[in-house]
């Protein structure tokens, strides 16, 4: 069923686009102001995912300049360490998809330029271009959210829990092997429990007016104790436990021995036809449960010879929704534009995913951030497993994070 109305639904959008410009691949309003690319050819990088929608985007963008696109197929894993290698020597492509949490280290490293987008900004949820903002200046076209959130076994909990004591009894209540399912591991897993960390009020980094972060540590102080504190009586009643590994907590919640499961659109297809709800992480320290968004987008190479032309295809060819929601139908992401993310919200799983996004935080791409994992995870599995005074190693990670940060 959700294929068939986002199908239905993109077609609905490409006829729209279709009226209003002529043809669905090429916007009108650029047909007198598109630049001449004759003689000149884009490279685009690209993963298997976002292959065939960078493709057809690239067709309608041919047409209008005369430029030729050459897509370039790469591993995903294998795109950030190439375009960091390649493009300081000019070699590389024009333009390369990547993840917002990139930026800190393509900007240290000189490799890539800002783009402008103009008028075109306010057409995209505002978290998507925050998350591509540094200093000021937005150095990615964004295409996709992604988030996690509570899912909910409706059949096991009808009404979404407002706090994380209403979920844990709802789970009780439902009389299942787990009251709620939250992958944990030896190693800890940060990602996951940061908006129960933020429920405390204790943020990872400062952040700026703008959204933007400031290397200054904020994940200390009174709200940090307080949250490894929490972790620590949460570990002790059983409701957290470093025994439940991803895959457990997918195949447990897939069995229905748990109503509720904190995760992402990643897991949905492990669920079958499990009738599901998508809710807002409830809060365990009375502050909103925030968690860390994911931007998925596009960033253009500071050695490009075709800046020009590599701005136009991005602003004008990917930003639209026809572009956009076809990099939904192949990733299973909420879109970054607002008129596509309207269209896909037509499913209530997008919708819910979405809804939680829209006050989520972005991902901290300062360079900084690779200090923090390090010790992040494995002192929450410590303290949940009861190993170590949840205050005191609380401190000490923070010493340590500060030590090695500087």
Known sequence: MRRSILTA?????????????????????????APDGAGATLTVWVDETRQAAVEDAAAGFEEATGAKVEVVLKNFEDIRPDFLAQVPTGKG???????????????????VAP?????????FEPVSVSAF??????????????????????????????TWDDAIAAGKDAGTKYPLLIQTSTEGDPYTFYPLQTSFGAPVFEQNEDGSYKPELALGGEGG?????????????????????????LAAFAKGESPFIVGGPWMLESFGDLDLAIDPIPSAGGEPARPFVGVAGFYVSAQSENALLANDFLVNYMATPEAQLALYEAGDRPPALIEAADTASEDPITAGFRAVGADAVPMPSLPEMGAVWAYWGVTEAAIVSGKSDPAKAWDKMVADIQGEIG
């Open 9 to 33: 639904a993109a077609l609905t959008a490409t006829l729209a686009l279709a009226a209003c410009s002529g043809g669905a691949d090429e916007p009108a309003a650029e047909e007198s102001t």
């Open 93 to 111: 492509p024009d333009i390369t998809v990547g993840a917002h949490d990139w930026l800190g280290e393509l900007t240290t490293n000189g490799v």
């Open 115 to 123: 783009i402008e987008l103009g008028d075109t900004a306010d057409a």
């Open 133 to 162: 903002t540094q200093d000021g200046q937005v150095y990615g076209l964004p295409y996709a959210v992604e988030n996690i959130a509570l899912i909910r076994n409706t059949e096991l909990a009808p009404e979404a829990p407002a």
């Open 225 to 249: 104790t307080a949250f490894a504190e929490w972790l620590a009586e949460q570990g002790e009643a059983g409701n957290l436990s470093t025994d439940v590994t991803y895959d457990i907590a």
